[in-house]
């Protein structure tokens, strides 16, 4: 079987949708009404997911982040290693290493310890989600520490795809997988892609870190995670955020979705 965590999510809607549904149990804090087969498990209860798993199966391990979730999701990698699963695909962050800013923290301490278990594995390591973007815009405006650095934003579906591709292939090589959309913008390009999808002008607001930080603080985010996202929005023109991997051709092949076909199937959204 393949047992999908993380199932109600943006990435594990679209992978269920993806892989034979017969084959398939979403793992669900509570029923969902899936189209597939579900069983109630949590992350905070590693067990509940290992007494999930069986000899030969094949776990997509993903869910949001939370100050637990390094110990959660290492417990359960090291259920599925005894349990005999087959193949772990992961979601990761692009630019993950122990030590990093916000989820690169966790998803690089993850990753290590994925890549020491002996289980063969796929780590995903997508750039930001499009599908954030859409409750970013308020008033037709959205706001960011950004300035001119280029930088990419993926589909989660095309994440989902890549997984889906993973999952149902003879298991390969363990490898890290960096996913990109196909283009990279400023976020000024990005507010033209967005104004001309919505049919009416969405501005990027450029603030320095203190007023972003304070801005995030407004809109229900906690001070010091705010204080690390707008610093990290700040240094993405210093690290790469920008440059462009093939893999999601490579590995379903197809080309990425592009930013402006998102924004004209958000485009009410972002009206
Ligand atoms: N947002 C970005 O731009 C971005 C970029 C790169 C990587 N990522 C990574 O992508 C991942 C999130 O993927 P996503 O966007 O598909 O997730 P999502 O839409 O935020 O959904 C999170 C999923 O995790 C489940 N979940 C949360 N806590 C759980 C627990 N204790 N036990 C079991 N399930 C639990 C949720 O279940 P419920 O429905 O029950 O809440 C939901 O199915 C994170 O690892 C994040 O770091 C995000």
Same mark, same amino acid.
């Given at each position: 079987m393949i047992v999908v965590t993380g199932a109600t999510g943006s990435i594990g809607r679209a992978l269920t949708g993806l892989l034979p549904r017969e084959e398939v149990v979403a793992v669900v804090r509570?029923?969902? %009404?899936?189209a597939c087969a579900e069983a109630v498990a949590d992350f905070e209860r590693p067990e509940t997911i290992g007494g999930l798993l069986s000899p030969g199966d094949r776990l997509f391990l993903n869910s949001s982040l939370w100050p637990g979730v390094a110990d959660a999701q290492r417990a359960v990698v090291d259920l599925a290693s005894e349990a005999g699963v087959a193949q772990i695909v992961s979601v990761s962050v692009r630019?993950?290493?122990? %030590?990093?800013?916000l989820g690169a923290d966790p998803h690089g301490r993850i990753d290590d310890h994925l890549r020491a278990c002996g289980v063969p594995y796929a780590i995903l390591r997508p750039s930001?989600?499009?599908?954030?973007?859409p409750g970013e815009v308020r008033d037709g405006r959205f706001h960011g520490s950004y300035g001119e650095a280029r930088v990419n934003y993926i589909d989660t579906r095309d994440v989902a795809a890549v997984a889906a591709a993973l999952l149902t292939a003879p298991v390969g090589p363990s490898a890290v997988h960096e996913l990109t959309g196909p283009e990279s913008y400023t976020h000024a390009e990005i507010a033209a892609v967005i104004s001309a999808a919505a049919g009416k002008p969405v501005a990027y607001v450029d603030l320095p870190v203190p007023e972003m930080t304070a801005h995030l603080v407004a809109r229900g985010l906690p001070e010091p995670a705010a204080g690390a996202l707008a610093a990290m929005m700040r240094d993405m023109g210093r690290t790469d955020w920008w440059s462009l991997s093939t893999a999601v051709r490579d590995l379903t092949g197809r080309p990425p979705r592009t930013l402006a076909a998102f924004a004209a199937e958000h485009a009410a959204a972002f009206a």
């Open positions: 509570r029923p969902a %009404g899936l630019g993950a290493r122990p %030590g990093g800013p930001g989600f499009m599908q954030n973007l």
